[in-house]
């Protein structure tokens, strides 16, 4: 759900399908979920109305309880996502992965896995022999954020009476139905913020040129050329964004550098990497080519995509970065000297160690775009 870096959300019908093949072959799944309550069910209409498309056709809710013949969870907000393989899973072969760093606090990993009680068992084996088991504090704090104190009711109520009114009121964590409303909320803001950052996205997404006037008889006429900058996909879930770049439309696309080689996708896609990280744009996003799983992908389709983090700055933040991202792109297109590029190459390996120093390329903690 909200895969990243693409932010794609699999429909029910396509884990179906899925599911039958596995079945079919006996493989097991392992569905990695961390973002699975970060659906946003107004991507398909906020999309087309950005873009001035037909609106989609409305469908019943994929996640509908009557179409898996089983009942409400209670609450809407959980009724209304898109379900897990776990909901049609007949023969034990699904193993959910959760976590509650991307819905607490990045910091805390720490997680859990649903699965038939036999893979459980094995699991908790291997964990004794190995890692053991997450921060014990980690594990205190989470529990008692959700569960509320670890402690009889009785002795609670006693140790209140000695102490003063605010101490009586205070926190019993959130039981499930906070822990709902969290999730809620949660869901809300980043797709606020999704939705600010794609659709100043949309806005600048093209670069529009106009040429030089010609007087006729009867008015002026001009051609007006509008050139594709980059295209996208609005997330269904998740925290990013995933931009497909045109660079080949870049006026120096194909240019000989001064040792005689052409310009490549990889040497465009590094360069406006170290080009919007520079003032006035101040801009960080994570290059296609470091998600490649291969040297060959990487060198055949990697330096296509930018990938764009909407959650880990605030509302204003991502609107003014979103513009600045957009800006500098439409600078980027106008350069047409190949030694301006060059030079930006050159501080390549600058950028690279600040990268690693801040996370790590392969890291997914949403440190490439900001202020």
């Known amino acids: 759900m909200g895969h990243n870096p693409t932010g794609v959300v699999l429909s029910l019908e396509r884990r179906r399908e899925i599911y039958a093949v596995c079945s079919r072959y006996d493989v097991i799944i392992v569905e990695d979920d961390p973002y699975w309550y970060l659906q946003f069910p107004s991507a398909d209409t906020g999309e087309a109305e950005s873009r001035n498309l037909p609106r989609p056709a409305r469908s019943p809710a994929p996640a509908d309880p009557s179409l898996e013949g089983s009942p409400s969870s209670g609450y809407s907000f959980l009724d209304s996502l898109v379900p897990s393989f776990l909901r049609i899973d007949t023969d034990g072969r699904v193993v959910r992965l959760d976590t509650f760093s991307k819905t607490v606090a990045p910091g805390c990993r720490l997680g859990w896995i649903t699965a038939q009680p036999d893979l459980i068992e094995r699991y908790v084996r291997i964990a ?5 088991q997450p921060s014990g504090f980690v594990q205190s704090l989470i529990s008692e954020l959700v569960l509320g104190p670890d402690q009889p009711a009785a002795a609670r109520q006693a140790f209140l009476a000695l102490r003063g009114p605010r101490d009586r009121a205070a926190f019993a964590g959130w039981k499930m139905d906070g822990w709902v409303r969290w999730l809620s909320g949660l869901r809300g803001s980043y797709e606020r913020r999704m939705v600010a950052m794609c659709t100043i996205l949309d806005e600048g997404s093209f670069q529009v040129k106009q040429g030089t006037p010609v007087s006729t008889s009867d008015a002026e006429l001009c051609v007006v050329t509008k050139t594709a900058l980059f295209t996208f996909s609005w997330p269904r879930g998740g925290m990013f964004v ?17 040792d005689g080689a052409a310009i490549d996708g990889v040497v465009l896609s590094s360069a406006m990497m170290i080009f919007l990280s520079r003032p006035p744009h101040l801009v960080l996003v994570a290059p296609g080519m470091m998600f490649s799983a291969t040297p060959d992908i990487r060198a055949k389709d990697g330096w296509r995509y930018y990938r764009l983090c909407f959650a880990a700055e605030t509302d204003a933040n991502i609107e003014a970065c979103s513009h600045r991202f957009v800006a500098g792109v439409q600078r980027f297109w106008r350069i047409k000297k190949v030694k301006e590029l060059e030079d930006l190459i050159e501080d390549l390996p600058k950028v690279n160690e600040v990268m690693a120093g801040a996370g790590g390329v392969g890291e997914d903690d949403g440190n490439w775009f900001g202020c």
């Open 128 to 132: 004794e022999a190995t890692t053991q």
């Open 242 to 258: 995933w931009l497909r770049m045109c660079f080949e439309a870049h006026p120096l696309w194909q240019a000989l550098g001064s």
